[in-house]
């Protein structure tokens, strides 16, 4: 035993080892290229005749975006960043290209914001604000980056400096204009973290990642493409980011600096005329989804339907209506009698989100022992069944629609675990993705959205704009019939079951979904008899029963009234 012990002991110290080599090594490599550019800086200052060419300038240059490209996290970055701006700001004083000055603002503001605790960060913002009072003269701009230098950086040596120019400027700009400036200011610029993406040959999901809350704005431009502009937003390192697509309507995905302090995200079509798409965003973290795809194509109505009753031949409107009870209507997908053949499972959480905990027990290992018997129970029923996750991964909420839609499904399931403050609470409880009706209905829905209640008003009204009463209706019936199947099979075997019925959420998890979804809360874990139960097999193997039961119900149901048409 003492042996086994050593020799992991002296194999943890050979990884650490490596590790540190690793360390070293980089910032080794980060001194050396610093040197080396410093080096050619000094050499070019020191000689009039070498800066005339404006080779001699960019081959310094070139050297330090070495630096803070390959090793970003090093101590010499910044410095390499900071050099790089001064340059191209002595450049401009010989070439007089704008773009050069353009160039050395961005560096600044990149180093001021991806390095805000570092000692050249308020140098560099102090710069900025000199750019624009010596050399563009936009007043009102140098004095919102003068102010930034004040409010942003209070301990920083330029603090005084700029509290001077600040003084002049007020004197210039009327006291209107100045209150107006410093409220601009208090929202710090977001970075653009990532552009990720799921496609098949007629749908496209993209996600871009952002560091923090923006506004954007989206137009369909029938030359670029999709376009988003996210504003009060930048790229770091000042790059252009580049995605290319292979299938699906997108054929690549470009995202740039359009202008200061604005991005713009390009969705390049193959088909400039594109059906359907949607944008919203999600948060903690913010992101923007853009659902790019073919609608449904309208079919013509059956001439049996001329027998139904008048309040089944309405219009659909647009909007969300509140749903207390079942809802009886027959819509257009259950009159033209569209089957259920592929039906797509959500275990909830998995991975680094391990959902609800108690003790060692754990939602997302209870959410996948579920799926994993409902599967099995479905595929024996004859249905094509796909899970979202097979085993104990990470999967970020908006991932889990995109695979129900690059599936294809006809129905999506989420399976989830629920909790409360008051341990006597128990019981199972269905949602549909609608607006929350009641207090609790908004609690569930920021758990499960692992965001704040606030951001759920935001949330609703996204659903608002993308849902329609046809998709609502459908998910409506879906989540009745699951959790009479669930009720009814559990109350077989045990006693003390409570039925929590159905309701309605904001539920990002079933955001941006294109068929009936819904998502089951099967027991809560903070409940001291639910919570053992949920660790039986048997338990288990009932509530997958039920759930197969109540899809059953429903499926049947939509066959019943296809043929009750003909």
Known sequence: MRKIIFFLFTFYLFLSGIHNIHVHASTRNASYLLKRADKCRRALY?????????????????KYRKIYRLYPASPEAPWAIYHSANMYLNLYKYSGKKIDLEKAISLY??????????????????????????????????????LKVEIRYPKGDMRARAKRFLDRLAVVLSRKDTERLKKSIKKRRVALKDIRYWATSDYTRVVVDLEGKAKYSSRL???????????NAFIPYNKVIHRKVKKGDVKDIVASQYRDGIVKVCLNLKDKKVNSYDIFHLYNPYRIVVDIGEKEKPQKKLKANLNLKKSTRKKVRRGIRKVKKKDNTISLARQLGLGVRRIVIDPGHGGRDPGCIWGRIKEKDI????????????????????????????????????????????????????????????????????????????????????????????????????MLNTK?????????????????????????????????????????????????EVGFITNKIERWRLLNRRYEQLIAEGIAKGIQRYVEEIQNIASATY
């Open 221 to 231: 431009d029938p030359k670029k493409g999709f376009v988003i502009y996210i504003k």
């Open 367 to 466: 959410t996948l022992r579920i799926a994993k018997i409902l599967a099995k129970k479905l595929r024996k029923m004859g249905y094509e069944v796909y899970l979202t996750r097979t085993k104990d991964i990470y999967l970020p909420l908006e991932k889990r629609t995109a695979i129900a839609n690059l599936r294809k499904a006809d129905l999506f399931i989420s399976i989830h675990v629920n909790a409360h403050r008051n341990r006597r609470i128990r019981g199972v409880e269905t949602y549909f993705l609608n607006m929350a009706t009641d207090e609790r209905a908004i609690l569930v829905a920021a758990r499960e959205n692992a965001t704040s209640e606030k951001n759920i008003s935001d949330l609703q009204s996204i659903i608002s704009e993308l």
């Open 46 to 62: 020191r000689s009039e005749k070498l800066k005339k060419y404006r080779s001699n300038w960019l081959r310094c240059i070139y």
């Open 109 to 146: 503001r990149w180093l001021a914001e991806k390095y805000p605790s570092h000692r050249l960060a308020d140098d560099a913002q102090f710069k900025i604000a000199w750019i624009y009072y010596k050399y563009k003269h936009n007043l009102q701009k140098a004095y919102v980056e003068f």
């Open 472 to 520: 609502i209706h459908e998910s409506s019936k879906l989540a009745y019939d699951i959790q009479e199947g669930v009720i009814s099979t559990l109350r077989k075997r045990y006693r003390y079951v409570q039925n929590l019925g159905v309701k309605q959420g904001p539920f990002y998890v079933l955001v941006g979904a294109r068929m009936p979804a819904v998502l089951i």
